[in-house]
């Protein structure tokens, strides 16, 4: 049974940075897409970074350059290394996994969603 479980969020300043993780310990999901989506209060859930079975990884524009996305397959555990937060980064955190062939193309119809974690960064 999938389990997404998020951890790392917080609060810290602009320009800090925090390490988010994402675990499972009921599926494996070496041949999935993963990803990290956010949504802040009033906004729609967006998608932030991506990584599929080959370790390929895709990025939205705001994050290029500040944020990566890896993960660990003996570990089952997904990560997003964000440097450099900014206020608008603000926002629930949402791990994300997915089939290859879907592959969170469609927030709508992503197969597998964690409980969010929360990242709040001041000015």
């Known amino acids: 049974q999938v389990q997404l479980v998020e951890s790392g969020g917080g609060s810290v300043q602009s320009g800090g940075s925090l390490r988010l993780s994402c675990a499972d310990s009921?599926?494996?999901?070496?041949?999935?897409?993963m990803g990290w989506f956010r949504q802040a209060p009033g906004k729609e859930r967006e998608g932030v970074a991506a990584?599929?079975?080959?370790?390929?990884?895709s990025y939205a524009h705001s994050v290029k350059g500040r944020f990566t996305i890896s993960k660990d397959n003996a570990k089952n555990t997904l990560y997003l290394q964000m440097h450099t937060l900014k206020p608008e980064d603000s926002a629930m955190y949402y791990c994300a996994a997915d089939p290859p062939t879907t592959c969170l193309g469609n927030v709508a119809e992503v197969r597998s969603w964690g409980q969010g974690t929360q990242v709040t960064v001041s000015s």
């Open positions: 009921g599926y494996t999901h070496s041949n999935d897409c």
């Open positions: 990584i599929d079975s080959d370790g390929s990884t």
